[in-house]
């Protein structure tokens, strides 16, 4: 039987420490693009996406033995599968690079990158409050942070995607970075699932 020890408020902020990692090899991969050594670096990546997945099933495990858990057992593994989804994401990133076979990087993917760590960094802040969630003065503030940086996320989505569409390229290519720009959109959109999942929580367990 699981134990009431068990601290679900650390585990969550564990999964966004894996999220902030990944982000980080994410940037620093991207600011030093080389094609030749993508491969590694997905390996690198996927170790932790791995370690990430391992911490979501151990919090899984613990609330299928758990009698009453902190705050509702259906907001604790959304928060759970929300980040994960959020370390997939970053890593889907590097294997559309590996995939497609891509040369060098468009300039907003450079600028995507910071927006993502960004993001990461604001979740990692909103997982450290959530536990005090009530008496926190700076989680709704993260929160709206983590909104704006989507925002962000978004105006760099259509900038490059009004590039693609309007430069001189062939219908595979236009493929490619469509999907390209879009995998690092994506990332943006689960960070701002999460900061609503832990708002919504808030509100439910308030």
Known sequence: MASQKYNYFNALIEMTEFACQAAEFFQATVKSFNKD?????????????????EKRHEIMSHLAAEFLPPIEREDIAELAMKIDDIVDSIDDVLAHLYIYDVDALLPECIKFSDVILLCCESIHNIA?????????????????????????GDSLYAEAMRWIFTSDLSVKEIFIWARIITSFEECCDHSEDAAELFESAMMKNS
């Open 37 to 53: 050594t993508i491969q590694d670096k997905m390996k690198e990546i996927h170790a932790i996406e791995h370690r990430a997945d």
């Open 128 to 152: 450290i409050e959530f536990e005090h969630f009530r008496k926190s003065s700076t989680i709704h503030d993260h929160i709206i942070a983590t909104n704006q940086l989507e925002n962000q």
